[in-house]
């Protein structure tokens, strides 16, 4: 072959753009674990369209460890993680902090994207302050509270057990009862900003300059929020920190995540940008 044909053959294959796999890591929100993007069908759909599991982490008496993992990476990873979802909001985030390092070892240099549902987004964002955003290129919250929720104002309210009567609670209460008592550390992270509490702590961190995508549920009459948690909460930019550098998608659904979530998340990979 002549010089010359060899060097436009090299050339073209130095301009070539490079094959480059992205990687999903779906965190889960209160009281749900990583069925949640099973059970409502999302991982499905997004499999159909190139997106494979990669397999669930989950901290053992060993360190992090990676199950259902396949024989061999494919070009677009979803990975789940399973969190303490009862557990304070840097507990969980701490923990995700170790998966997401976890992840970049096994994809050295690869995009990653965060998506958050419910209490999951906030863990998400802590995650980012604490230990910042090495590869991650975006992070997508779904009907999460990053301004917090009155819901958990009253669930404190319902298991304060000071007072004359309070041993009453406590033997009456029931599971779901005894449930809200040990999330307690969580419920006060997740109340509306107030000076002391979390939320006004971490809405006024600089957060990583990444691009945020909230995803803001419209209820059945067409008003953001939902039963759980308000609009205004469900939206980055009321956070002062991220004020104006959130975009927006709003999704006609309840709290829970369901299979349309899938098609709104295809939908924003599109236009995320990886450096």
Known sequence: MQPIKLMIIALALLSSPVARADVLVLVHGYLASPMSWEQSGINAVLEQQGWKRGGLF??????????????????????????????PVIVQSDMLSGMLETVRQQQPGEPIIIVGHSAGGVVARMSLIRAGAKNVSALITIASPHVGTTRAEQAIDATNESGPFGFVKNIFGGEGYDTLKRSRGLLFDLTRPYPGNLLYWLNAQQHPDIQ??????????????????????????????????????????????VTSDATSLLDILKTIKVN
């Open 58 to 87: 989950r901290s053992t008496h060993a360190g992090i460890q990676l199950f259902d993992a396949p024989t061999k990476n494919a070009a677009n990873t979803v990975y789940v993680v399973d969190l303490p979802s009862e557990a």
């Open 212 to 257: 945020y995508v909230s995803v803001v549920r419209l209820n059945p009459v067409g008003f953001a929020g939902d039963d759980l948690v308000p609009g205004f909460s469900q939206d980055m930019n009321n956070v002062p920190a991220l004020k104006g550098r959130s975009s927006i998608v709003t999704t006609a659904a309840q709290h829970s995540l």
